[in-house]
């Protein structure tokens, strides 16, 4: 867990400041005795996810995510070893911080505020006990507050880089070259007023 904590630390620090990544690169090959841990993370992330693809595999269950993406690999999708490696660590990434912050931000939310802990409380209470996932969709309350601390306290707090189109893009009035990095920031647009008019209150 340390490790993968370390990994979304550094990957935050290369998305945000491009520079360090051949340094980083570089660095990778220093022994760990003289650089922290930090730095070798991804080695080890690498070397565990290459073992849960390869024990996917081996026990050929396709209904966990390394399971899947091997199969998916087996079936010509032209995935190698270590495509399926890297998806992976991926996955494993995607699924451990940004839930914990979402969940830890959603309990703060509803727990902060009692008239609406008690409106999604009534609206769960009133489901039967063999609802199914559609059930959920039709929960206001419940989605209403998913959505608010996913817009508020979005897990992602790094840009989002994108490269413009090789015919070039005109974003809010300004002309951008093509193949030019481009980036914004999930905080201040979920907080611009004329994309968001009316937030739950």
Excluded at 58 to 67: K, R, V
Excluded at 149 to 159: D, V
Excluded at 182 to 200: A, M, N, V, W
Aim: charged letters at 20%; aromatic letters at 6%.
């Amino acid at each position: 867990m340390l490790d993968i904590m370390y990994r979304i630390k550094i990957g935050t620090m290369t998305i945000e400041l491009p520079i360090l990544n051949p340094l980083s690169r570089v660095l990778r090959f220093v022994p760990k005795a003289i650089l922290p841990m930090v730095l070798h993370t991804n080695d080890t992330s690498i070397k565990e996810t290459k073992s849960s693809a390869a024990s996917a595999k081996a026990s050929d269950n396709s209904s966990t995510i390394f399971g899947g993406v091997a199969a998916e690999a087996e079936k010509g999708e032209k995935l190698d070893e270590e495509d399926v490696s890297t998806e992976a660590g991926v996955f494993t990434v995607a699924g451990t911080d940004t839930t914990a912050v979402t969940m830890t931000y959603l309990v703060w939310c509803v727990f902060s505020r009692p008239e609406l802990r008690e409106k999604i409380e009534a609206e769960v209470a009133a489901l039967s006990d063999d609802y199914t996932d559609s059930d959920l969709l039709n929960l206001p309350w419940l989605n209403a507050i998913i959505s608010e601390t996913l817009r508020l306290y979005g897990p992602i707090s790094s840009a989002l880089p994108r490269v413009a189109p090789p015919d070039g893009a005109a974003l809010g009035g300004v002309s951008i070259p093509g193949g030019t990095l481009i980036s914004t920031q999930s905080y201040t647009i979920h907080r611009d007023p004329d994309l968001f008019p009316k937030p739950l209150e």
